[in-house]
């Protein structure tokens, strides 16, 4: 278990230029606490790479690397067989990539490293939109959201479409290890990154980061968006390992969907109909966990 | 030094200067953000605990531990009010730029 007293006080992320507030800092700070100066990083475009690589400016002490948007998986397959191939066997190599990056166009770069087997950690900060370009909807916007390619108005609700389980996804290729977890439970994530320093082979988290500029919430909000998230079931905490997942936080009920959608921008627009269909999204997405997961464990 | 300090930035007179493709070297900052911040984050030491979940959570790692009393790197601090919403002490207070000053 990571103890905050034994956390380095070096930041190697720091004086990027993200909206004030965005969760995305405290990803990036916390992962490379925890893995230290020996890393290397791989930076697709996204806001991630924009924001901390503002020439003059790198924000990143560590050595990182901007590339094409689809390529993470390439890159860190190229890192991993580079560091082998000079005998390198301390240096952790990290991908930080966006959901559109990771979920959409670099889908098949990760699908590929993670069925080669390389070894690497892949942190996908899911901001639920390609937020870098103007706020555009991805496979991993959730259903009733606002974006300015699933406009709501009179004719439509927002993004028809239900956010696609890449968690699940990154299970199907039994992976060593992989993760959903939230950048409004630092402890929880950072417990999880401890855990891939340790093991060989593709390490897969998926972390929720509330974003204040896309999603419509004011600054000093994004741990307490990031929580009701979990609490009202829109977002899960869980880990899968050694052929088995793990929920790390059940909720005894789950909040209404409401709590959770008021407080955004990108649902203001939704009505008592279009709220009942997220509340039937989640509630059967629910059944899903607790009978595979839940039940199924005990 | 825990945090990278601001170095002043020298334009590349020739092209053996210039960055080589996508990759520069590490932990290079030329300029503050702090011109962004509205308000500023004060905290009041007596109702600190030490807890240190801003120095957690605060998104631009500018909360320093090193010392008897937490320290905010001013410079680097937007203001956005993160720590003061969520210390369970409510030891932080945002006051409106320019009057953190005067406290
Ligand atoms: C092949 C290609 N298509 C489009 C772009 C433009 N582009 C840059 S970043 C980005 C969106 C990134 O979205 P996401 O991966 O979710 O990261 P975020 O910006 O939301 O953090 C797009 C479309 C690009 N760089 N390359
Ligand atoms: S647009 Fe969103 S994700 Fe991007 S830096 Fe701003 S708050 Fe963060
Ligand atoms: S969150 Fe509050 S009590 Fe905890 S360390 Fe920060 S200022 Fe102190
Ligand atoms: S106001 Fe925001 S940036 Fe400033 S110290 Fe608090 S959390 Fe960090
Ligand atoms: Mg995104």
Redesign the pocket.
Known sequence: MVKVKNLTDKEYLYGHKACPGCG?GTIGRLALKILGERTIVAL?????S?VTTQYPQMNYSVPSLTM???GTGAVLTGMSAGLKAQGVTDVHVLGL??????AD?GLQALSGAVERGDDFIYIC?D?E?????GV?R?SLTPIGANTTNSPSGTASYGEKKPKKNLFEIMIAHRIPYAATASSAYPYDFMNKMEKTKSLRGPKFIHIMCP?PTGWGFASDLTVEIGKLAVETGMWYLAEYENGKVKMNVIPKTLKPVEEYLIKQRRFRHLNEDTIKLIREHRDSEWRIIRERWVLSNC | MAKPQIVKFKFPESLEEMPLGPSAAAGILTEPNAGWRVQSPVIEHPKCTKCLLCWVLCPEGVIGKENEQLEIDMNYCKGCGLCAHECPKDAITMVQEGEADDQ
Request: include cysteine.
């Open positions: 995305l697709p475009a996204s806001c991630m924009t094409a948007f689809a990539a966006g959901d559109g990056g990771t166009i900060y901001n939109a390609y937020m870098n370009t555009q991805s974003c």
